[in-house]
């Protein structure tokens, strides 16, 4: 019988900066996994989730979904537009999809927060790049709705690593998931990730 998933607690958390941009990351986390595990049953786009990914998703449980969405890095990724005026002016889709403009325009609203707040979380959590952070902090609130139209503004983090997701989805080991936050709290860590991992095996 699978073991019950267990929180992220390892010490690499305590030994962090102070992070109080962590929990809504987490929720965020939380609400995206369960938009695209939606999106997934309806056989809808899926963001750039890796299709081996797929399956394990669409059948996590609400605890499991709740166990991955404590990954202290946001698992989806924005692409701003160089120029969001340009964009903004663009903006309008040809076929509307109001559940995607609603998880885009939370996501741009915190990601804006942040950005205001403390760059150094927005780059560290969020994995913004220091021109999309002084992107975000010079928009108006009242931009963010229609930024949240523009197409492929929002994606699933780690698109190319399908073996993080994998692991994401099958660690129960503490010292498992104690390696995967030590990876994220690194910055920059992303680009040096190997290639390849073995999948860990569900407990």
Not at 20 to 44: M, S, T, Y
Not at 125 to 140: D, H, S, T, V
Request: with cysteine.
């Amino acid at each position: 019988m699978a073991k019950t998933p267990q929180k992220w607690t390892p010490m690499a958390m305590s030994m962090s900066p102070n992070l109080d941009h962590l929990q809504q990351v987490q929720e965020l986390n939380r609400a995206f996994l369960a938009f695209i595990q939606i999106r997934l049953c309806e056989q809808l786009d899926c963001l750039g989730l890796p299709g081996a990914a797929g399956g394990a998703l669409r059948i996590a449980s609400a605890e499991l979904l709740d166990t991955v969405a404590a990954f202290p890095q946001v698992l989806f990724r924005l692409h701003l537009p160089p120029t969001v005026s340009l964009s903004l002016r663009d903006a309008g889709p040809v076929a509307p999809d109001s559940s995607l403009h609603d998880m885009s325009s939370a996501i741009l609203w915190s990601a804006r927060y942040a950005s205001s707040r403390s760059p150094y979380q927005a780059r560290l959590l969020f994995g913004l790049k220091a021109a999309e952070i002084q992107r975000l902090r010079a928009l108006p609130l009242t931009d963010l709705q229609r930024l949240a139209w523009t197409p492929g503004i929002l994606q699933c983090a780690f698109t190319d690593k399908e073996w993080l997701w994998q692991w994401l989805l099958r660690a129960t080991q503490p010292e498992s998931r104690q390696q995967l936050t030590l990876l994220a709290l690194q910055p920059g860590i992303e680009r040096e990730w190997p290639q390849r991992r073995p999948a860990q095996p569900v407990a």
